[in-house]
Every structure is written in C-alpha cells, then in structure tokens.
C-alpha cells in the first residue's frame, strides 16, 4: 500500500505488478439499478402527437430532424462557460459540458475550474488526481479529457454508480444506441403494472408517465447483462424520471408530489433524447481522448488507504457541508422507483450509515454521544474550541422544539473530517497539493469555522500549512431564514 504508481487503463501497476482496480468495461454491475436527478436546463417540448421512431441512428453525428424538436440543454455542447462563475464551486454550469451533463448532482462544483486549478498545479498525464468525495465523478470526467490519470472514492452506492456510468464514454455510440432500441422494442410488448410503487412514487407521475416508465424500467431489467452499453442506457432511464414527473423539485434535489411542474415530457420521447445526447457526447469525447485513466471506487474516504493502490500528486475536492442536509435521502425518489428502498426509513440502512456524519439524522439515528466523540484523539487538536461550540449547542437544542442532534453532528462531523485527513496523509506523496470547497455552519445560530477546524485537522494529519479563500457570501438574505449569522463558501488549499 502506498506505493507509487502509475494509471494504465483500468489498471494500477505498481512496481511492474498489475493490480486490478475493477474493469468498469468488463465487470459492470448486473444488478438493479438505482439514479439522480437530471436536471436538464430547459426542455423544450414538441407540440401535438407526432409519433417518436423507435431506433436510433449511429451512422450520424447530428440528431435526426424529429430529436431536433427537443432541446434537453440551454446551451450548446460546445458552449465554454463563464470563468468567473466556473470559479464559484457550482455544479450548474456542467450542464452545458458533454459528458458531465449526463446527469446533475446537486452537492458538486464546475468542471472548469477544477481544469484551471490541475493547470495552475502543473498536474499533466504522469500524474494522479484523487477526489476522496467524487460525487458523481466531475474531476474524473475532467482529468479523462486532460489524459490524466485519476481516482475517486465514493460512499454513496447510487451516486458512485453514476460516476462510474459517465466514465463509460469510449462505449462504440451504435452499442448504445442498439441496446435502447432493444429496451424500447421490449416495451412496447408488454403491459405495465404499476401497482407495487409507493405513495411517493404513484404521486409524483401522471398514469400514463408511470405506466411507460415502468414498460422501460421492466424492459431494461429482461434485456440487462454486463456491458457498458447496458450500464449507459440505465443511467438515460435513471435520468429522465424528474423531467417525465409531475412533481416538482426543492432545493437539493428533494421531490415536492404536492407541487406540480407546468411542463412535463413524455418518457418515451425523453428516453430517446437522452440516448442522442449520450451518443452525441461520447463522439465529442472520444474525438478528444484516446481512453479513460479513471477509476472511481464505491468506498469510505474514511478508509482511503485500504483501496486507493498507490501515492497521488493532487487532491481536488469538497466534502459534504456540516450544514445538516441529508445527502443519504436526495436520491430517494430515483432510489424508490427503483426498488432499492421503500421509503424515507429506509434510507439511513440502505446509504445513510455508510456516509461521514453530517446531517442530524445521522447522528440521532447512530445515537451517538458527543462526549465520546470529544475524548477521540483525531479532534485533539481542535478539541478546546469545538467543546465549547458542542456544549452551547447541547444547551441551546434545548429552547427549540425539534431538539435536534447539532451537538452531536458537529462533534462527529470534525472527527471525520480528521479520519478522512489522516488517511489523505497515508495515500499522498510529500508536497502533495490539496483544494477543498468548503463552507462553514451555524446550526441553532451557533457559529462553526469549519474553515480553520479542518485546516487545523490537515496540519496535525501531518500536512505542513492551510490558507483559504472566500468565494461568496452565504445566508445573507434574512427572510425566511431560521438564523442570521452570516455565513460563507470557499476554496480551503492544504499543501504539505
């Protein structure tokens, strides 16, 4: 463990020794499949009942004129983003870049600016570049069109499929494109059965929506096998369901069945669109790269150092904030019509438990006790300062009706923050450089600089300095707002 090493394909060679990572193009998951939101921009949707073919065209890099009717995106592929936006650490502006718009993840940051920052860095093909938190694998995708090699450990099981679903872009677009075909042909044959979905699922699609997605989601279950062609067309499946639904969405992806959209698209026909631009993008991309040097692993960034094969030269990433969203249940709906959970219970078995503590849920569930968290060594080095913040929080909970677990999922947020630091030290190269966007917390209104904790956790991890730079402002407009501390995001550098 530990060693150097250098990224050839799939493949980790270290010392002359092979060490299979996990052919993403030969062992793919068979199983069920499970997905996030696509957030596509704006569609734009095709008036009266014009019938939709049911193949798709591999012989031409444009879409056929009945394809040109939708627009799943606001901009074009080719569309460069705005520098000084890619720099605020949104993921909004992915959706106009190829491969990454294959689907929104809520919790991530731009492509571009990730490309500036390796650039600054001199990081170049010979390198590796670790994201200890991928999402759904923005620095993989990026350092893929650079030639670079990198890594990415992901705890959430669903967003980790994702990932690894958009490294599956050197996939012959006709492979695609026959395997949807296959699915939609397979569904028209057969009869939907809605029955078995949950509340939440019956009420967020009209009858006629749901009844052809579960014809599609059947369809695909029947004709599924191990190749990346079949992984692609689960991703487009898994990526039309809040475009198709009638339920609206709230901020971080939660989905509002009370609220419905004033636009809605019919699932085959954004099935179809969604396969185009897939087929569109790995064109674009494999005119641009030769093959994919990234591997992202479904794993805890809290035990980096017993799955990451080798020492890498770079870090870019931004854990999830102690600001107590719950990044175990913003996939549940894609997760329910799946059948991996059945409702909001399920969650904390099926995702919640396995992802670092940063939600009060997490720590109420795990009934965990801040004083046992306090005495850990890991926090040592900040123990005086979050003691003080722990117990105000324990008292102020007190005055609040829902008495929520902050106390508790602060202290455990810095103890794994700091697990996560020690193992970064075990799987970085000395002088290793280090980006993380990050933004600090109030629970309650009691202030956390979550900023200078973890700066202080890398620097007894063993790194050697920290600075950070503010990027905006954040709970600054009042209304509605539960506190008025001030708070604010930013890009926390670690090197050493």
């Given at each position: 463990m530990g060693k150097n090493c250098r990224f050839e394909g799939s493949d980790f060679r270290e010392g002359g020794q092979t060490s299979r990572a996990g052919s993403r193009q030969a062992k793919l998951r068979a199983g069920g499949g499970l997905g996030r939101e696509s957030a596509m921009g704006r569609w734009?949707?095709?008036?009266?009942?014009?019938?939709?073919?049911?193949?798709?065209?591999?012989?031409?890099n444009r879409m056929s004129p009945s394809f040109q009717q939708l627009a799943l995106f606001a901009d074009d592929p080719q569309t460069e983003p705005d520098l000084k936006a890619a720099r605020s650490g949104t993921f909004a502006d992915n959706m106009a870049l190829p491969i990454h718009r294959w689907f929104r993840y809520s919790a991530g940051f731009a492509a571009q600016w990730v490309e500036q920052v390796l650039s600054d860095w001199s990081i170049e093909p010979g390198h590796v570049v670790l994201d200890p938190f991928a999402g759904s694998g923005t620095v993989s995708v990026v350092c893929?069109?650079?030639?670079?090699?990198?890594?990415?450990a992901e705890a959430h099981a669903v967003v980790a499929r994702i990932?690894?679903?958009?490294?599956?872009?050197?996939?012959?677009?006709?492979?695609?494109?026959?395997?949807?075909?296959?699915?939609?042909?397979?569904?028209?044959?057969?009869?939907a059965d809605v029955s078995p979905y949950p509340s939440l699922i019956e009420r967020s699609f009209d009858t006629d929506a749901l009844a052809a997605l579960d014809n599609l989601k059947s369809s695909w279950l029947s004709l599924r096998d191990s190749s990346p062609e079949s992984e692609l067309v689960w991703l487009a499946l898994t990526s039309i369901l809040r475009p198709t639904a009638k339920a609206g969405t709230a901020q971080w992806q939660y989905i509002l069945p009370s609220k419905t959209k004033k636009k809605v698209i019919q699932p085959s026909f954004a099935f179809q669109q969604q396969i185009e631009v897939i087929k569109a993008d790995i064109r674009w991309m494999q005119a641009r790269a030769r093959e994919s040097y990234a591997e992202i692993i479904a794993g805890d960034a809290r035990k980096l150092a017993e799955f990451i094969p080798c020492k890498v030269d770079a870090v870019i990433t931004s854990p999830p904030y102690a600001n107590n969203y719950d990044y175990a249940d913003a996939l549940r709906f894609e997760m329910t019509f799946w059948g991996e959970v059945n409702g909001w219970g399920d969650i904390h078995n099926a995702v919640r438990r396995h992802l670092m503590v940063s939600s009060s849920q997490h720590s109420s569930r795990e009934r965990l006790r801040a004083d046992d968290i306090l005495e850990s060594e890991v926090v040592q080095s900040i123990r005086d300062e979050l003691q003080q913040v722990v117990q105000r929080l324990a008292s102020v909970r007190e005055s609040h009706?829902?008495?929520?677990?902050?106390?508790?999922?602060?202290?455990?947020?810095?103890r794994d923050i700091g697990l996560v630091l020690r193992?970064?030290?075990?799987?970085c190269k000395p002088g290793v450089r280090m980006c993380w966007v990050i933004g600090d917390s109030a629970p309650y209104g009691v202030y956390c600089p979550i900023e200078k904790w973890i700066g202080t956790l890398a620097i007894s991890a063993g790194f050697r300095r920290y600075s950070f730079d503010k990027l905006r402002d954040r709970n600054i407009k009042w209304k509605n707002r539960k506190h008025r501390v001030p708070l604010k995001e930013g890009l926390l550098w670690i090197e050493g």
């Open positions: 734009q949707v095709a008036q009266g009942g014009q019938r939709i073919g049911m193949s798709f065209s591999s012989s031409q893929d069109t650079l030639g670079i090699a990198s890594v990415g990932g690894k679903a958009k490294l599956l872009w050197m996939t012959p677009p006709d492979r695609v494109a026959s395997f949807a075909t296959a699915v939609l042909r397979h569904a028209q044959n057969r009869k009706g829902g008495k929520k677990h902050y106390h508790t999922m602060i202290a455990a947020y810095c193992q970064l030290r075990c799987v």
